[in-house]
């Protein structure tokens, strides 16, 4: 069936490094890729979503990208802020019936320390 | 816009008592879904809806129900509450399609 496996589960950087967040997929038919934040004690939110025709894609110093034939995609932040501070969640298709569904990976913690 | 609500925030039942989750969105979203949210766990896709009067059952449905006679309205119904069902509860929208869903605040559920 359908599975999202992402790693690490906990990342800690310095405050300007780069993180790099990878989730896999088991279904070579998967076409929409988002990434959602959520800090502590709030909901979920999308930062950033990739669809299959594309292979990367930017917004100011977050990026995904695809890689189709090995079935994975990465989420990059670059120039960490403590602010990026968060549990960091990929997503991919969950076709147990509606197009729109998603299946969720585990999370990873980011901790960016000042 | 106050995009999708929730209620309660926080409640405590007891073993084999029953309850209804509220959800509303007031963006016109024909897509609804719910999720549970366990401790250092991703989200899991209880029940979701296509429109009003479409309902069906997502990776971990049982022990609860939905229903949407509205656009607006999505609530979850549990019964017979477990200690299982311990966790945070969300309810999210989405225009259709793969596109950006919209998450409520949670509600936060205990069962003793």
């Known amino acids: 069936g359908e599975n999202v496996e992402q790693h690490p589960s906990t990342l800690s950087v310095q405050e300007g490094d780069s993180a790099v967040i990878k989730c896999t997929y088991s279904?070579?038919?998967?076409?929409?890729f988002p990434w959602y934040k959520q800090e502590l004690g709030k909901r979920p939110q999308l930062i950033i979503d990739?669809?299959?025709?594309?292979g990367e894609k930017k917004d100011q110093r977050i990026a995904v990208t695809l890689n189709k034939t090995a079935k994975h995609f990465s989420l990059h932040i670059t120039e960490t802020q403590p602010e990026d501070s968060a549990v960091y969640f990929c997503a991919g298709p969950y076709y147990g019936g509606s197009q729109g569904n998603l299946i969720f990976g585990k999370g990873t913690k980011l901790s960016v320390k000042p | 816009n106050a995009g999708v609500t929730q209620t309660p925030k926080f409640r405590i039942l007891k073993i084999g008592q029953s309850m209804t989750l509220q959800c509303t969105q007031d963006?016109?979203?024909?897509?609804m879904y719910w999720y549970r949210q366990d401790p250092g766990m991703g989200l899991k896709l209880i029940y979701y809806?296509?429109?009003?009067?479409?309902?069906d059952k997502g990776e971990v449905p049982n022990g609860y129900n939905v229903s949407r006679s509205t656009t607006e309205d999505f609530p979850l119904r549990l019964e017979l509450a477990a200690p299982s069902q311990t966790s945070v509860y969300f309810c999210a929208s989405t225009w259709g399609g793969r596109n950006e869903q919209f998450f409520g605040p949670g509600t936060r559920l205990t069962v003793l």
């Open positions: 990739i669809r299959s025709n594309v």
């Open positions: 963006m016109n979203h024909n897509y």
């Open positions: 279904d070579s038919a998967s076409n929409y």
């Open positions: 809806s296509v429109g009003a009067g479409i309902t």
